[in-house]
């Protein structure tokens, strides 16, 4: 089984995206890919997915973030996406979803770092919106509504910011200890273990 296999076709994903924002006229030429986002539509889905993706990572910390557990898996080898494009982090999201979206490779993170208010400047009648999630994480996204997936456009990685909020290298394998995934509306915080 390959990551193929598991997320599906993330060339062919990225190629589409690539050509999207090419004919919005952003572009993302010279930038570094942050990460691919896969949605699953159920918790045990999530959990069938985070096992097989983990096969391929050197690390994946799972957190709980927006009421349910998520999880940044950093691979072992990157994905080529393109002749210039690669990507080493998935972030493999579970349901609650408040909003529509597409389930599977929904979204691509691309790194536009300190040029961050240019860049919003610039592509302002193009872009969806802002979200702001946290201090260090406030990407700017755009939506292809004709099939609800995203390119965010983030200041810094999004591992990179994943570590500047826990203070900590990712390193190794944690999953959130005890989540009830079959009542986890109810689940509120939960620690990680180590």
């Not at 062919?12 to 995206?17: E, H, I, K, P």
């Not at 998520?70 to 994905?79: F, T």
């Not at 456009?153 to 994943?162: G, H, R, T």
Request: with cysteine; aromatic share 12%; net charge negative.
């Amino acid at each position: 089984m390959s990551m193929k296999d598991i997320i599906g076709d993330y060339s062919g994903f990225f190629s589409l995206q690539y050509g999207r924002l090419h004919d919005i006229q952003i572009d993302i030429s010279g930038y570094e890919i942050s990460h691919l986002a896969y949605r699953t539509a159920s918790c045990e889905e999530y959990l069938q997915t985070r096992d097989k993706i983990e096969r391929y990572c050197t690390s994946n910390v799972e957190n709980v973030w927006n009421g349910r557990p998520m999880s940044i898996m950093q691979l072992e080898e990157p994905l080529i996406l393109r002749a210039e494009f690669e990507v080493s982090v998935i972030e493999l999201i579970p349901p609650l979803h408040r909003r529509v979206y597409k389930m599977g490779l929904e979204h691509l993170g691309v790194v536009i770092g300190e040029s961050n208010d240019e860049f919003s400047h610039k592509y302002r009648t193009v872009l969806t919106g802002q979200q702001f999630q946290s201090k260090e994480c406030e990407p700017y996204y755009v939506t292809f509504f004709q099939d609800f997936t995203t390119v965010k456009f983030y200041k810094d990685s999004l591992l990179k910011i994943c570590e500047s909020q826990h203070g900590r290298s990712y390193e190794g394998f944690s999953h959130v200890k005890n989540w009830d995934f079959k009542n986890q509306r109810e689940n509120r915080r939960l620690d990680t273990s180590e």
